[in-house]
């Protein structure tokens, strides 16, 4: 199947959600072990119709869904070499899954939106996880207006979508504390903490801790004092069924408090 054959989305196998850890943008361009595991997960992935990806860098007030027959890549970042600024990711979007999607976040009143294209909280992953991408790829906002709860409320709605061939990633970093990045990539306690005891609540899918973060820990306002990388991990939760076993990876530190966590659906 072409994008161009693609009038709408037909029943398939449960696909898998995934959540990634995205890190520094230089892993766009860069080899290592992070982003040898995105290309071997992205291998191992069944055909979709479509991938979506929930980025901790499109944050909203209100949920937009992106339905430009083409995406921009933008690059939102600033002081990297310049090799970063000239990556091409060429993708499709689709109007018609933009339409499905926001068709099942109706009574959250989602819009759709041809005007921001792909972050680097999504190509920077997808460089690697679908080099050449054959599927129409959309991104879903956050709206940063709601409280933690309210993602899980919303994503949960899209859960349906995943029997029709619709590939859900969401793109963040559990533990984000650009203030306290250790250039020698030294590891710091409570980052390597908070990590394991929120892989203790997602591996439970104790959804009603992994909503009140600050309440798991004294060090949980360290790993997160800005919920924004944070919330992708919840969308992803949200779309998981509660019997559906999870499979790690990337599970170090970068920088000693940007948790790599990466996880996917069995």
Do not use: C
Not at 100 to 121: P, S
Not at 125 to 154: F, G, N, W
Not at 238 to 262: C, H, P, Q, T, V
Request: overall charge negative; proline content about 5%; cysteine-free.
């Amino acid at each position: 199947m072409t994008i161009s054959d693609l009038s709408n989305l037909k029943p398939t196998e449960k696909m898998p959600v995934i959540f990634v850890g995205h890190g520094n943008p230089m892993n766009a361009i860069s080899d290592n072990s992070f982003t040898r595991s995105w290309g071997r997960v992205g291998k191992a992935l069944p055909k979709p119709q479509a991938i979506v990806v929930i980025s901790a860098h499109w944050l909203t007030d209100g949920t937009s869904i992106t339905d430009a027959p083409k995406n921009r890549v933008i690059y939102d970042f600033y002081g990297f070499p310049d090799q970063l600024y000239k990556v091409r990711y060429d993708s499709e979007g689709s109007d018609v899954i933009a339409r499905e999607l926001r068709k099942a976040l109706i009574k959250y009143e989602a819009v759709l939106d041809n005007t921001w294209g792909l972050d680097h909280g999504t190509w920077s992953v997808l460089k690697h996880l679908a080099p050449e991408p054959e599927v129409p790829i959309l991104q879903i906002s956050l709206d940063y207006t709601r409280p933690l709860e309210y993602v899980i409320d919303i994503f949960k709605e899209l859960r349906k979508l995943r029997d029709k061939g619709v590939i859900f990633i969401g793109s963040g970093n559990i533990v984000h504390n650009l203030g306290l990045v250790d250039w020698s990539n030294r590891k710091l306690s409570w980052a390597e903490e908070f990590d394991s005891i929120s892989k203790d609540m997602i591996s439970k899918h104790d959804i009603k801790s992994l909503i009140n973060p600050y309440k798991l820990s004294n060090i949980s306002r360290l790993a997160i004092p800005n919920d924004d990388h944070y919330r992708p991990m919840l969308a992803s939760m949200a779309l998981i069924d509660k019997d559906e076993e999870l499979e790690y990876f990337n599970e170090d530190m970068d920088l000693g408090s940007i948790g790599m966590r990466s996880f996917i659906t069995k």
